[in-house]
């Protein structure tokens, strides 16, 4: 009894709570992870980046093929009480987001997005070579995606506009342009935020599943943005919906689909980084 009374004291002692668990981070070390190099050639003869840019694709091809399918669902319906409604739409857009970054995350990043990784290579996390390569094959997902949905009937296709981004009615470009920035801006900087390793370190007691506040951002800025542009926030996806629908007016408006998303993640790079890595590291 005497022995398995010691036991007990030294097994008591062994492990000393420091704070309650699940309020603070107990002994989770952060160490600041070292700028990726602008050009890195050895990425080129890698099977892992090529890998990565085929997930890339994949991602971008079954993204643009769900959410242009959900588009043309609710826009043959007379009524869109009959169908999943704009709501249906932002949730489409959400959910494959979460599911596809879920998926894709440990192969090439999960980006699914040009915008998304130009803002992390402003932030010097992945280089020149992979930001290039990602959005080729992005944009190429994003293309094929639209053209399998575009096979399944091409006349709804193309009398219900393509799930293509244009500035609706009512609003100018110049508030296409703000409404896209903004969007992006909201995307990028939870990217940031889901993913970041300090963060993650500070705050170890909130336990973060990065794809579900992705996904849940793209599909609030969806519910805001849907009536303005269609929302965009992803150039790849405003591409290849444009490309296969192939319509002058949406040609019109394309370039504010590429400077929006572009300035909104140059801007929430910059927010992440002056503001937000600038907070000190404490570790408990």
């Given at each position: 009894?005497?022995?398995?009374?010691?036991?007990?004291?030294?097994?008591?002692?062994?492990?000393?709570?420091?704070?309650?668990?699940?309020?603070?981070?107990?002994?989770?070390?952060?160490?600041?992870?070292?700028?990726?190099?602008?050009?890195?050639?050895?990425?080129?003869?890698?099977?892992?980046?090529?890998?990565?840019?085929?997930?890339?694709?994949?991602?971008?091809?079954?993204?643009?093929?769900?959410?242009?399918?959900?588009?043309?669902?609710?826009?043959?319906?007379?009524?869109?009480?009959?169908?999943?409604?704009?709501?249906?739409?932002?949730?489409?857009?959400?959910?494959?987001?979460?599911?596809?970054?879920?998926?894709?995350?440990?192969?090439?990043?999960?980006?699914?997005?040009?915008?998304?990784?130009?803002?992390?290579?402003?932030?010097?996390?992945?280089?020149?070579?992979?930001?290039?390569?990602?959005?080729?094959?992005?944009?190429?997902?994003?293309?094929?995606?639209?053209?399998?949905?575009?096979?399944f009937g091409k006349t709804l296709y193309?009398?219900?506009?393509?799930?293509?981004?244009?500035?609706?009615?009512?609003?100018?470009?110049?508030?296409?342009?703000?409404?896209?920035?903004?969007?992006?801006?909201?995307?990028?900087?939870?990217?940031?935020?889901?993913?970041?390793?300090?963060?993650?370190?500070?705050?170890?007691?909130?336990?973060v599943l990065a794809p579900l506040p992705?996904?849940?951002?793209?599909?609030?800025?969806?519910?805001?943005?849907?009536?303005?542009?269609?929302?965009?926030?992803?150039?790849?996806?405003?591409?290849?919906?444009?490309?296969?629908?192939?319509?002058?007016?949406?040609?019109?408006?394309?370039?504010?689909?590429?400077?929006?998303?572009?300035?909104?993640?140059?801007?929430?790079?910059?927010?992440?980084?002056?503001?937000?890595?600038?907070?000190?590291?404490?570790?408990?």
């Open positions: 009894m005497e022995h398995r009374e010691e036991d007990v004291r030294l097994g008591a002692n062994k492990f000393p709570e420091k704070q309650a668990i699940g309020t603070a981070a107990q002994d989770k070390d952060y160490t600041e992870a070292p700028p990726t190099a602008l050009f890195e050639p050895s990425e080129l003869s890698s099977w892992s980046f090529y890998r990565a840019g085929i997930a890339e694709f994949i991602a971008t091809f079954l993204f643009l093929y769900i959410t242009i399918l959900t588009v043309m669902g609710v826009s043959k319906s007379d009524s869109k009480c009959k169908t999943v409604g704009i709501q249906g739409i932002a949730w489409a857009f959400g959910g494959m987001i979460f599911a596809l970054v879920y998926c894709t995350a440990g192969i090439s990043g999960g980006h699914i997005n040009p915008a998304v990784t130009f803002g992390l290579f402003l932030a010097r996390k992945v280089s020149l070579t992979r930001l290039v390569y990602y959005i080729v094959m992005q944009c190429l997902g994003a293309i094929c995606g639209a053209g399998v949905v575009k096979g193309n009398s219900k506009g393509g799930g293509a981004n244009v500035v609706n009615p009512g609003y100018t470009k110049g508030d296409g342009l703000g409404a896209e920035i903004v969007g992006t801006f909201v995307l990028v900087y939870t990217v940031f935020s889901a993913t970041d390793a300090k963060r993650n370190a500070r705050d170890s007691h909130v336990p992705i996904g849940f951002a793209v599909f609030l800025v969806h519910l805001a943005t849907i009536p303005i542009t269609g929302t965009g926030i992803n150039p790849a996806r405003s591409l290849g919906a444009a490309i296969i629908y192939n319509n002058e007016h949406a040609w019109n408006d394309h370039w504010i689909f590429w400077v929006g998303p572009f300035v909104g993640a140059a801007l929430a790079a910059l927010y992440h980084q002056v503001v937000i890595r600038a907070i000190p590291f404490k570790s408990s």
